[in-house]
Nanobody, 132 residues
C-alpha cells in the first residue's frame, strides 16, 4: 500500500473547471495503476476514470460514460502525481472525489479497474461542489 493525498477540490459554478491532484508515496509510481472515483451524498462510490499501467511507459485510460469528453486524467511520474482535469462541470458532478492506486507494479490485463476492489490504496477524498 501507498499513501495518497488529494487536493484541488472546491466550489465552482456549472460550466466551470477544476483540477484535482493526487500525490502518491513510493518509489515505483510509474508502475502504479491510478484511478479516480467519486461518491455523492447518499450514493455509492462510483468509478470515474483509471490510468492503467501496461508495462514500460505504456498506459491505458478508460472513462465513465458520464464524464467522457469532459474529464481528463494525466500523470507526472517525476512528481508522483496524477491529475484529474474536470471541465464543463455539472451539478451532478458534485461529490467527494477519491484517488486510488494499485501499487502492486504488476501488469494485470484482466483486472476490472473500474471496480473499487482492484485498488489497494485510497486517499482521504476532496470535495467538489458544482452550483447551478
Amino acid at each position: 500500500q501507498v499513501q495518497l493525498v488529494e487536493s484541488g477540490g472546491g466550489l465552482v459554478q456549472a460550466g466551470g473547471s477544476l483540477r484535482l491532484s493526487c500525490a502518491a508515496s513510493g518509489r515505483t509510481f510509474n508502475s502504479y495503476t491510478m484511478g479516480w472515483f467519486r461518491q455523492a451524498p447518499g450514493k455509492e462510490r462510483e468509478f470515474v476514470v483509471f490510468n492503467r499501467w501496461g508495462g514500460g511507459s505504456t498506459y491505458y485510460v478508460d472513462y465513465a460514460n458520464s464524464v467522457q469528453g469532459r474529464f481528463t486524467i494525466s500523470r507526472d511520474n517525476a512528481k508522483n502525481t496524477v491529475y484529474l482535469q474536470m471541465n464543463n462541470l455539472k451539478p451532478e458532478d458534485t461529490a467527494d472525489y477519491y484517488c486510488a492506486a494499485d501499487s502492486s507494479s504488476q501488469i494485470r490485463r484482466g483486472t476490472y479497474y473500474s471496480s473499487l476492489t482492484s485498488y489497494d490504496s485510497w486517499g482521504q477524498g476532496t470535495q467538489v461542489t458544482v452550483s447551478s
